[in-house]
């Protein structure tokens, strides 16, 4: 019974054996008489990965256009981005050398934020009593104060609930600041709000002190991109509504609104001693307005094909602007014509600017830091390489009893850099210290007829 058990077990495997050889035999045989079908089996098959793939691309460029438009207030980065990573694809030997054959800079650079912000630096400004101190925005809704003699943070400001867009001092109470940001706030909260500033100031505590409570609160109804004081008690701000509006500090409320852009405003920017205005837009334009009149505005500039990123005042009649079409235009708003007075070619967008009499700073998207003459538009000098991303703004300060200069830096990798002007090698290093010595002597002119006139300076450029 147990022989004729196994003979059957062995007689059903060799069955199931033979039936699985046959179908397997049958499937190769049908594939070779019809190989259009499997052709087509290929087709569909390669034809759903590349669906897929496809997906996952746009799902990834919508994340990354969420990401950004979260971060920050320039839409533009995102595109940035994006043709940053064909070229890196394209060209990835040439960026290597470049980036390569590019000299150790470790010299030039004082100081460099390690990781006290955690997302996009989009702001930084010097200010203080004798400019000592840095002051940095960032899209980690914080905004940190430095100290310029040590590089170490002091303040550590984080009353905001979204990304701080900009951030300035005030000329008159050097202790107040103001910042703009995504959550539609604007806040002004002071500085010196713990005892013995000037002995923490000198503290090797790398700590910086936390901040909630702004001193003030002022709320809109969209974005603000950027803010500046008008005057002691009056402030502008810039928003993505497409308007800009003045704001009375001692009763919170809004004064005027300035329409007539037609996209989101990126910056704005008040004369130090005249009631003017002028606003940026991703529309092109910028505009010159006089808080004296009740018209619209006082003109209109076209001289820009992109969005155009910061505007500064120079001096009474000039101002400059910048713009993500790669050119710096200076400007002289009594002239009738349409025209700049001097363009600056940069080849690359053209971030928030910053001066410091007469050298100007432009922080470009390529990751170089230019320094120009406003007299004739001469090229002083380039920072290459400054930083591993686009860089965003800068901040140009003398250093005090000298004619060596500072220049901060914020960027799009997170960190902001201190660079040493004076230990800036090239060839063009005798025209950036003669530039200086030339400015030192008129700040020197103005600094003494400001003491003769009972502090009627009270704002260093």
């Not at 909630?212 to 974005?223: A, E, F, Q, S, T």
């Not at 030192?440 to 009270?458: A, F, M, P, V």
Request: glycine share 4%; net charge positive.
């Amino acid at each position: 019974m147990i022989d004729e058990s196994v003979d059957q077990l062995n007689l059903s495997l060799k069955t199931t054996d033979l039936n699985q050889l046959t179908c397997i035999s049958n499937i190769s045989l049908s594939s070779l008489e019809n190989p259009s079908v499997s052709k087509n089996h290929l087709r569909q098959s390669l034809s759903q990965v590349e669906k897929g793939f496809d997906a996952l691309v746009l799902e990834n460029i919508a994340l990354r256009k969420e990401l950004e438009q979260y971060s920050g207030i320039n839409n533009n980065v995102h595109e940035i981005t994006i043709n940053k990573l064909r070229a890196a694809n394209i060209f990835p030997m040439i960026r290597n050398r470049v980036i390569f054959r590019t000299r150790n800079q470790s010299d030039d650079l004082l100081f460099s934020s390690n990781n006290h912000h955690r997302d996009i630096i989009w702001d930084v400004q010097v200010g203080g009593i004798d400019n000592r101190y840095f002051v940095s925005a960032s899209a980690d809704k914080t905004s940190m104060i430095w100290s310029r003699k040590t590089s170490r943070p002091l303040i550590q400001y984080r009353g905001h609930r979204g990304s701080v867009n900009s951030c300035r001092f005030q000329c008159f109470d050097h202790d107040l600041v103001l910042t703009a940001s995504g959550d539609h706030e604007l806040h002004i909260w002071k500085l010196s709000l713990y005892e013995n500033k000037h002995e923490r100031d000198q503290d090797n505590d790398m700590t910086p002190l936390i901040l909630r409570n702004p001193i003030l609160v002022l709320r809109g109804d969209d974005v603000f991109s950027c803010a500046d004081w008008l005057q002691r008690d009056q402030i502008v701000s810039a928003s993505w509504n497409r308007s800009a509006t003045i704001w009375q500090i001692e009763t919170g409320r809004s004064l005027r609104t300035l329409y007539g852009h037609n996209a989101e405003l990126t910056h704005v920017s008040c004369h130090q001693t005249r009631p003017f205005i002028i606003t940026a837009s991703r529309d092109g334009t910028f505009r010159l307005w006089d808080c004296r009149t009740s018209s619209r505005s006082v003109q209109i500039f076209n001289g820009h094909t992109k969005t155009v990123n910061s505007t500064l005042f120079i001096e009474d009649i000039r101002f400059v602007s910048s713009s993500d079409d790669g050119f710096v235009h200076i400007w002289d708003f009594r002239s009738t014509s349409s025209s700049p007075l001097l363009s600056l070619e940069c080849i690359s967008p053209c971030n928030r600017l910053s001066i410091f009499n007469n050298i100007l700073a432009v922080p470009l998207d390529n990751r170089d830091i230019r320094l120009y003459s406003i007299v004739n538009g001469e090229k002083l000098y380039v920072q290459r390489r400054a930083h591993k991303r686009a860089v965003q703004c800068t901040a140009f300060v003398q250093c005090t009893n000298s004619i060596e200069f500072l220049l901060a830096s914020g960027s799009l990798d997170c960190h902001m850099h201190v660079w040493h002007v004076k230990k800036l090698k090239g060839t063009n290093n005798n025209k950036l210290m003669k530039s200086i010595e030339k400015s030192i002597g008129s700040l020197n002119d103005i600094t003494k007829n400001g003491n003769r006139g009972k502090g009627q300076y009270k704002k260093n450029y």
